[in-house]
């Protein structure tokens, strides 16, 4: 057991006494919320296009925007807030409000996207596709942190921090994209995203009124508060249930793809091979992990041995290994397509850079060859020149200021012992040009 002096100090840490509005208060507030006409439908509908923008346009910015002024919060936070009290005619309510709300919102981004000139699936349309079990802990513990910021007196920006981290609006958005594309995949797992984040919520906001304990609804007939708490919580049941269901799936799908992921690179991932892409996909009743290698081509004797070392989770499922350029591809039990667009590409770039590369060494040798003609012509040019001391050639750019052009010369610089003759001058300069196969040579002399 915690000592005397820390249970004090956690208990006087997490106590809610001194900033906690009452009780009343703070039910009023949620009930408050859950209203959706008037002004709040019209500041839904305008949320809804601003985040279709933002969807459109692929503007993180803009959806946070649309997020924070949406009021979807306040009907799910009633329909938490019924549950948890036992207030039947506050759920029906909350839930008819969430319900129109809900409708609203995916007409009017359905509209949006059948008139956009967008339709491009972009990544922040995508990502309210495929939810993961991270949006149901986001979802539960933002609900948390809702109800508790209700229930305080400074409420502070808990709650617009709580609609933008849970992501309310761009699921209905994504679902209305959808629906205007004739795309029910993207539809149903948007829906799904929203799905999962409204009951969590909800479902935090319930136990959270009980574990504050909010004072339930009273009944006068008896019976009439018997009927109405089994209806409580039957939908209770009837709500947590299939989202139990849903976040078990997501955890399975989870632990098999990360076990099989872990499997591919501790099989495929060596000193002679490496993996260039991987996935794993359930269809059709069976799982199926593809994998695509380059490196040295695995037999396809070594392939069956690995299907059959295949981990718990994911024995039995259908492995798929790509491999090589141009050579034969082993599916277990079926053949699959090769690589050969990568390697045609992959051809392609090395044949551009083997043209550079051999431009690169043209010119290189062209300077190396001035290095060596200078080594050669150099002693020729003593004996037959006695005053030239040293002789070095080269090749540059040489600038016209007047005219702005430039164009090559070959430049020789001359090092002499004794001045040479104007006449021997002039001979040895003809000598240089035609010893070197350069008309016009110009000459430095030091």
Same mark, same amino acid.
């Given at each position: ?15 809610? +006494? ?14 408050? $919320? ?28 803009? !959806? ?11 009907? !799910?936070? $009633? ?16 839930? +008819? ?56 007196? @400074?409420?502070? =920006? ?30 149903? $797992? ?58 078990? =799936? ?55 041995? !690995? @299907? ?14 790509? @491999?090589?350029? $141009? ?8 053949? =699959?397509?090769?690589? @050969?667009?990568?390697?045609?590409? =992959? ?27 200078? +080594? ?67 000459? !430095?002399?030091?």
């Amino acid at each position: 057991m915690l000592p005397g002096t820390v249970r004090a100090f956690l208990r006087n840490a997490f106590d809610q +006494k001194d900033d906690r509005e009452s009780v009343q208060v703070t039910m009023d507030a949620i009930r408050e $919320g859950t209203e959706f006409k008037g002004s709040s439908l019209w500041i839904l509908i305008f949320a809804v296009f601003i985040a279709s923008l933002g969807l459109d346009v692929n503007s993180a910015a803009v !959806i946070i925007g649309a997020m924070l002024i949406s009021p979807l919060m306040g009907p !799910i936070m $009633g329909v938490g807030l019924g549950l948890g009290i036992y207030d039947f005619e506050l759920i029906k309510k909350s839930v +008819k409000n969430l319900a129109v709300a809900t409708l609203f919102s995916v007409l009017t981004s359905m509209v949006y996207f059948l008139v956009s000139p967008l339709n491009d699936a972009r990544s922040e349309l995508l990502a309210r596709t495929s939810p993961t079990i991270y949006d149901v802990l986001i979802a539960l513990f933002g609900g948390a942190a809702g109800i508790v910021a209700v229930s305080t007196k @400074q409420k502070g =920006n808990v709650l617009p921090g709580v609609a933008i981290a849970t992501a309310l609006m761009p699921p209905l958005c994504t679902a209305g994209f959808g629906l205007a594309n004739g795309n029910m995949h993207y539809f149903l $797992g948007a829906f799904y995203l929203f799905f999962i984040n409204s009951v969590f919520i909800a479902f935090a906001t319930t136990i959270g009124t009980k574990l504050m304990k909010f004072p339930k609804k009273q009944f006068i007939d008896p019976q009439r508060q018997v009927t109405v708490e089994r209806i409580v919580y039957a939908i209770l049941f009837a709500t947590v249930v299939p989202s139990v269901i849903i976040t078990y =799936n997501m955890i399975r799908d989870n632990y098999i793809t990360t076990t099989a992921y872990n499997f591919l690179n501790d099989e495929f991932n060596t000193s002679r091979n490496q993996i260039i892409n991987k996935s794993v996909k359930y269809e059709k009743g069976l799982w199926t992990i593809s994998v695509s290698i380059i490196g040295r081509e695995i037999p396809q004797d070594s392939i069956k041995a !690995i @299907q059959e070392r295949l981990p718990r989770p994911i024995a039995g499922a259908r492995l798929i290994i790509s @491999q090589g350029f $141009g050579q034969e591809e082993f599916d277990v039990g079926n053949e =699959n397509q090769t690589l @050969q667009q990568i390697y045609a590409d =992959n051809m392609m770039r090395i044949e551009k850079q083997r043209d550079v590369i051999d431009s690169l060494k043209s010119e290189i040798a062209y300077f190396v060859a001035y290095d060596t003609l200078a +080594k050669v012509v150099a002693p020729e040019a003593k004996i037959l020149f006695p005053q030239v001391a040293g002789l070095a050639i080269t090749r540059t750019l040489f600038s016209d200021i007047e005219s702005g052009t430039t164009k090559d010369a070959t430049v020789a610089i001359v090092k002499y012992e004794r001045r040479m003759p104007a006449a021997t001058y002039d001979t040895f300069k003809k000598w240089l040009e035609a010893r070197t196969g350069v008309a016009e040579l110009q000459i !430095i002399g030091e």
